[in-house]
């Protein structure tokens, strides 16, 4: 027999139309301007990255993840870590904004054109060098940390409002933060594959920075209830600790891996047309 709460789905109705429509004006975007925006018209690794992203954040929002967010501390880590470091860098993957708005555009009944509008403005805004890149690292450590701050946490435990702009913080402050690192669009001023890994870094550091002061407390620091199955406060939040480190480390040491491999197949490639073009 499965367990009970395997069968605890919210299905809240605000991040299921949320995906919907996004699902929706992503689908019409590729149906549309698929060409325009440079890529084939046929099912594409963006297109699986979107659809996993898309289930990264119904499964925070929607799933038993979200119904025990308030009674366990791990439970509520997990959902965290999907909605700050998985769920957006997949979504990125697919260059979605670009593409959503070329939906948008079709839905409307208007023009396909992306360039010049003002999603493109945006986001040679973020992409105008390693001064928006740095707010958008100071964003992203802000919001990480302000948000565990006892007081704060606590306040997400016991008011629903606060516990949604909790979350839809970290969608947002994630995609801006990932955009920074993977974002497909091509822009002046783009950070270099150097300034990408620092962003990375900065970020995974803060992230396990805080993971050990959460692991290392010698009490509980928020107020969740005495989980059931003799499990103690102090272990739970230990586990969510754990979960902070590495579930929540892996994507920063994936986009770090990525990065690296990047940054050699640039040096061989530079190192080969050097010597092409010696005499």
């Known amino acids: 027999m499965l367990w009970p709460p395997l069968f605890d789905w919210s299905f809240a109705p605000v991040p299921i139309v949320g995906c919907i429509t996004a699902s929706y004006l992503y689908w019409r975007g590729r149906r549309t301007a698929s060409p325009a925006l440079g890529r084939a018209t046929a099912w594409d690794n963006g297109d699986t990255a979107f659809a996993l992203g898309i289930g990264a954040l119904l499964l925070a929002l929607i799933s038993p993840i979200s119904y025990f967010d308030t009674t366990l501390q791990w439970d509520h ?159 739970d939040q230990e586990i969510a600790a754990g979960v902070m480190w590495v579930p929540g480390g892996t994507p920063f040491l994936i986009a770090l891996l990525y990065l690296g491999i990047r940054w050699f197949e640039t040096d061989d490639r530079s190192a080969t047309n050097a010597a092409v073009a010696q005499p």
């Open 77 to 235: 880590m997990v959902q965290h870590v999907l909605l700050l470091l998985v769920a957006p860098p997949l979504l990125l993957l697919a260059d979605p904004f670009r593409t959503a708005w070329a939906g948008y555009l079709a839905a409307q009944g208007k023009p396909v054109s992306v360039e010049g509008t003002w999603p493109a403005r945006v986001m040679r805004v973020l992409h105008s060098g390693s001064k928006a890149a740095a707010v958008v690292v100071v964003a992203f450590s802000v919001d990480l940390l302000v948000w565990h701050l006892p007081a704060i946490y606590n306040a997400t435990l016991r008011i629903a409002s606060v516990h949604d702009l909790e979350h839809l913080t970290f969608l947002l402050v994630g995609l801006l933060f990932w955009d920074q690192v993977i974002s497909p669009v091509k822009a002046t001023g783009r950070l270099s594959l150097l300034g990408r890994a620092v962003v990375v870094l900065i970020g995974m550091f803060v992230s396990w920075g805080l993971a050990i002061v959460i692991g290392y407390a010698t009490h509980p620091l928020y107020a969740y209830p005495t989980p059931t199955g003799g499990l103690s406060l102090l272990a």
